[in-house]
């Protein structure tokens, strides 16, 4: 009889045991669901969600140049740019913002004020505060 009860047990645990589906498993809300639209504001913010993440919130960009290794033709970093996207101090758009993104989160925000993501001009660029860098 108590040779059995090892067994019982061995055999509740199969019976008993509920399998994770892992298509079941909820992911994680985003932190970010919204950008603002005040320059200071949005470089503060843009660090803190990954490219996907501002495809999803903003749309794909009105222009994408791609950099990658000659070697496998991974692309190691991307320079995005929108349109009338964010403000300035006095409420107008700037007419374009370049996103510098690598490894998947923005490294630096250009607004550009008079021209267009074609000039040869830098704009005002901001480093953007890195994930760790922030309390959160």
Do not use: C
């Not at 843009?46 to 999803?56: P, R």
């Not at 794909?60 to 300035?88: C, F, G, Q």
């Not at 690598?102 to 901001?126: A, C, L, P, T």
């Amino acid at each position: 009889m108590f040779r059995f009860i090892p067994i019982l047990f061995l055999v509740s645990n199969v019976v008993f045991a509920n399998p994770q589906d892992e298509n079941n498993i909820e992911q994680a809300a985003p932190l970010v669901t919204e950008l603002p639209t005040f320059y200071s504001d949005f470089v503060e913010i843009i660090g803190l969600v990954t490219a996907d993440e501002i495809v999803a919130i903003l749309g794909e960009p009105a222009k994408k140049i791609d950099i990658r290794m000659k070697s496998s033709n991974d692309v190691i970093a991307s320079t995005w740019y929108y349109h009338n996207l964010n403000t300035d101090d006095a409420g107008n758009y700037f007419p374009t913002t370049e996103l510098d993104i690598i490894d998947g989160y923005v490294e630096s925000v250009v607004f550009m004020n008079e021209v267009d993501e074609n000039s040869n001009f830098e704009g005002n660029k901001y480093e953007v505060p890195k994930n760790n860098d922030k309390m959160i």
